[in-house]
Structure formats: structure tokens, C-alpha cells
């Protein structure tokens, strides 16, 4: 079965420094997403992405936050200096056409800012 | 502004019986409802889903009921296995709306 991937599965990073989360997503999805859930919180939406470009994004999406699609496979989340509240699983997920069959996601990337 | 909510945190049930999970949402132009299902250290699984024009879909032991007018959907899994322990998140899209609006989960632990 298709899967979504992401690397790594846990980033350690000093704040202030930039991270660059990765992610392969399914290859005949057209829909890309970011979600994060900081430990014992919901899943939050971080970011949507159609056609090469952002089509929403959340208030937590601020001017830190950038994605990519850099070669039509892979799909980045840089978060360009981290604070330590962007502690948090990050999750990519695509889709499909057709709301109804829900996301794909990947199994996160665990990243702790110290 | 919390326009999906799960009001149970955790349920626990009895290998066998039945399963209900409920989910509230505020927002009238959420139109799509999902199901999933996580397990720790991995992402959400999507398990079922139904649109705004139906009020029933099935899929094995899993049947989604959506009360428009109560704003409420449920999940029902029958029977229950222990393999069903999980966090179960109910998310919502509205039209023309690519994200979806997750609940804050409800741990479900079935008992052998």
C-alpha cells in the first residue's frame, strides 16, 4: 500500500536554528498538507498546498514557516528559527482527489527545540 | 474557537460489545466528516468517512452516523477487538476547503 514518508522521524535543534522537515508524499496525490500536535493537544493544521503553491495556511504559519515542493516528489516544511513552543510531532499528509477517502500520513517527525 | 469537539477523552469497553465515539462540531459549512484512528509513534489513519448528504455509512465493524441538525456524528465499532485501542480523531472539511479541522481525540481501550 502507498505510504507517505517522512524524515527524520526525530530532529533535535538549538533554538534559533532553521529545520527542514521532509516528506515524500504519495505520487499520484495532488492535495499536500502540514499538520503538528504538541504533546497532549489536538492536531493542528499548519499548512495546504495545490498546484505548487500554498492554498491556506493557519495564524501558526507565520513568516518562520516556508514549504516546498523543490523537484515534484519531495514536500518541506523549513521552520527558519525555532522557538521552543514549535516542540511538537509534524505530520505531512496528502490526498487525493475526493475529500471522502480522507489523508495519508506520514508517522511524523518528533522535533524538540532546546 | 473549538468548531470540533470530542467531550470524552477516553473510553473503555469490553472486548465484543460495542464502541461509541461522539463528536461535535459548531461550524454549519463543514460538509465532509472523517475518522482516525492513531496509534502512538505513527500518524492518523483515516478509517471512514461520510458526507453532509448522507446520515449513515458503513464499512465493516465501522458505522459513522451524522445528526446535521444536532451538529453531532458518531462512530460505532461492533464488535469491539483489543486491536481497536487507539486515539480516535474526528476531523471536518467544509466546501471548497482542502484542511480539515481535527477533534482532540478520544483514547479508546478495549478489555480482553
Known amino acids: 500500500e502507498p505510504e507517505v514518508t517522512q524524515t527524520p522521524s526525530h530532529q533535535v535543534t538549538q533554538m534559533g536554528q532553521e529545520v527542514i522537515l521532509r516528506c515524500v508524499p504519495i505520487?499520484?496525490?495532488?492535495?499536500f498538507y502540514w499538520y503538528r500536535q504538541i504533546l497532549g493537544q489536538k492536531v493542528e493544521f499548519l499548512v495546504s498546498?495545490?498546484?505548487?503553491?500554498?492554498?491556506?495556511k493557519s495564524e501558526i504559519f507565520d513568516d518562520q514557516f516556508s514549504v516546498e515542493r523543490p523537484d515534484g516528489s519531495n514536500f518541506t516544511l523549513k521552520i527558519r528559527s525555532t522557538k521552543l513552543e514549535d516542540s511538537a510531532m509534524y505530520f505531512c499528509?496528502?490526498?487525493?482527489?475526493?475529500?471522502?477517502?480522507?489523508?495519508?500520513f506520514g508517522s511524523g517527525t518528533r522535533l524538540t527545540v532546546v | 474557537d473549538q468548531q470540533v469537539k470530542q467531550n470524552s477523552p477516553s473510553l473503555s469497553v469490553q472486548e465484543g460489545r460495542i464502541s461509541i465515539l461522539n463528536c461535535d462540531y459548531t461550524?454549519?459549512?463543514?460538509?465532509?466528516f472523517l475518522w482516525y484512528k492513531k496509534y502512538p509513534a505513527e500518524g492518523p489513519t483515516f478509517l471512514i468517512s461520510?458526507?453532509?448528504?448522507?446520515d449513515k455509512n458503513e464499512d465493516g465493524r465501522f458505522t459513522v452516523f451524522l445528526n446535521k441538525s444536532a451538529k453531532h456524528l458518531s462512530l460505532h465499532i461492533v464488535p469491539s477487538q483489543p486491536g481497536d485501542s487507539a486515539v480516535y480523531f474526528c476531523?471536518?472539511?467544509?466546501?471548497?476547503?482542502?484542511?480539515?479541522?481535527f477533534g482532540d481525540g478520544t483514547t479508546l481501550t478495549v478489555k480482553p
Open positions: 499528509a496528502s490526498r487525493g482527489i475526493g475529500r471522502l477517502y480522507g489523508y495519508t
Open positions: 505520487s499520484n496525490h495532488l492535495y
Open positions: 498546498f495545490y498546484n505548487n503553491e500554498i492554498s491556506e
Open positions: 461550524n454549519s459549512m463543514f460538509d465532509y
Open positions: 461520510i458526507s453532509s448528504i448522507k
Open positions: 476531523a471536518a472539511s467544509g466546501a471548497n476547503a482542502g484542511k480539515s479541522t
